[in-house]
């Protein structure tokens, strides 16, 4: 039986979801969780010791000043031998009061090591491994869906969010709870009555956090949609910075960059207003708490009912201990809020469907003959919008097919279905005689070699780029196939030959390179299947005849899928496929459709035009 899917979001039951994820997320990191919960109540616990030891020195002094005075009670049942001075007794507290210091700032210092380590050096590498996989194994429909600076932000920003969780929300409420139920019996020892008169305003701040917790949740969630347009803008703006400058519109761009800038800017600014309401009414009650222990607990002195030292001083020192772990409840409830909004973004690309999968019983494909049929095949983006349309074609194994038509015919959606970016709405779509979803995924698409219009090249060396779809090449091989692709020569002149190491998507290099290089790592796969996407549209004339010659040698023997606008590709097919709105509307060799009317002659005539005037 499949799994139920997730509940939808903003739902209650969303929300339960999540807090079981996140609960589940904490126990694969239980020892060390509770680790550092032992470190921080060990903390607690070593303040309280030397507020202690401050409330004995106290009454010791008050002993020794104010003969009659009820004695001091030392710790553990321990007293002073008979033969110590007044000054050594307090030089032996005071030292007890700088170990305890002392020992609390080195456990201090190991728990905010061992909390850094689990939260950035396990817990954020872990998810945002697990997230980039994840998106290894979705389909196109996915990053069609998704912007590019969304995803960013969700391996970037919200894994910290995940992160919070344990360290900001399961840890510190756990450290909350007991330190709570710590101080409390300590207080209650000293005096129960006067402990349940400076409770009194806890149902008071309980409620307060939790209706302050809702009222923070939309803003936290409109907050990372306005962090996502920010890194989006950045990104769009950083790309297209030549458009910018060449229009001359810094200005326009600076001031898109500032307005998403002061979207994020005014809601931080709408949740930190929203925080200081918070913590103030926190510290209010704190403070009234604190009136009470004055009022109540100095009468309870004065009638020495308990001690000044370890009575008073000591429960006002505990009582603002308790009270801090009480405004932490307030940190706690705010970070569960930012935790849920990022964990709701991670755990929407951890659930969602890959799309496309490999079936429990596909067969290893092998080296492929390169048959390619489309049987019936309708494609759609998006429901309401059919770009291939009962589509029927039979390309034979070695056979170059060249496909055009005008734009939104349906040809780039033809060509993306063959190595299975998506599958068919309806229909199939056969490889040597099977369903294409028949065949293993990965032996597919090692099949087939795609040079783009703008082919994408990594940060790398040359040779590294070439032998990106092989990186365990040899030299001879990534050669061989650069001699094919007519790029040895120009990469013999780079500095560094093979070993030149490329800017960003190939920037030192120019346009026509980029695609030579693009073509030899094509090459090197020896796919059975080449797929070549405009290859020559954004080169120059010259450039596109060496690529030209170089496509000639690279197509020998394969299963060559042609999408170009200029006829010069065109025309090397053996086939030429038109396409409109998705249908096969003419079929037939250059020569043969040169002379029928349609869509394929008039833009034969139209170019000739052009290039007449």
Sequence with gaps: MPPSPPPPPGSAARQRYLLTRLLRLTGRYGWRSL??????????????????????????????????????????????????????????????????????????YLTAVSTNILGQGKIVVELRSAIYAKMQRMSFRFFDANATGSLINRVTGDTQSVRLFIDGVAVQALNVFLATLFYIACLAQIHLGLTLACFAFLPVLGLIVVLFSRWLRPDYEEGRLRVD??????????????????????????????????????????????????????SLLNQLSLAVLLGYGGWLAIRGEIPVGTGLILFAGILQQLNAQVTAIGTVADSLQQTLTGADRVYEILDAEPGILNREDAISLGRAKGEVVFDHVAFRFKPENTILNDLSLTVRAGEKIAIVGPTGAGKTALIQLIPRFY???????????????????????????????????????????????????????????????????????LPLGYDTLLHENGANLSGGQRQRLALARAILLDPAILILDDPTAAVDTGTEQEILTAMDRVMAGRTTFIVAHRFSTVRRADRIIVLDRGRVVAMGTHEELSEQPGYYRDAILAESGEEAA
Excluded: Y
């Excluded at 921080?40 to 008050?62: E, Q, T, Y």
């Excluded at 779809?469 to 002149?493: S, Y």
């Design 229 to 282: 347009r920010l890194v989006l803008v950045f990104e769009e703006l950083a790309r297209g910075m030549g458009v910018v400058k060449s229009f001359g519109l810094q200005s326009w761009a600076e001031g898109r960059f500032l307005e998403a800038n002061a979207a994020v800017r005014d809601q931080k600014n709408r949740v930190f207003r929203k925080l200081t309401i918070l913590h103030p009414l926190v």
């Design 35 to 108: 680790g550092l919960v032992l470190l921080n109540v060990s903390v607690l616990a070593l303040g309280l010791a030397g507020l202690g030891g401050v409330g004995v020195a106290i009454d010791f002094l008050r002993e020794q000043v104010q003969p009659g005075s009820p004695p001091a009670k030392f710790p553990f049942g321990w007293h002073p031998p008979a033969d110590w001075s007044p000054q050594f007794v307090l030089m032996a507290l005071g030292l007890w009061i700088i170990t305890a210091a002392a020992v609390r700032a080195w456990l201090g």
């Design 423 to 493: 599958d068919p709405d309806e229909g199939r779509l056969l490889l040597d005689g099977r369903d294409l979803r028949e065949w293993c995924l990965d032996d597919v698409r090692k099949q087939v070699g795609l040079v783009f219009q703008e082919s994408f090249l990594f940060s790398a060396s040359v040779a590294a780029n070439i032998a990106f779809g092989n990186p365990g090449a040899t030299r001879e091989a990534v050669e061989r196939a650069a001699h094919l692709a007519a790029a040895h020569e120009f990469i013999e002149k």
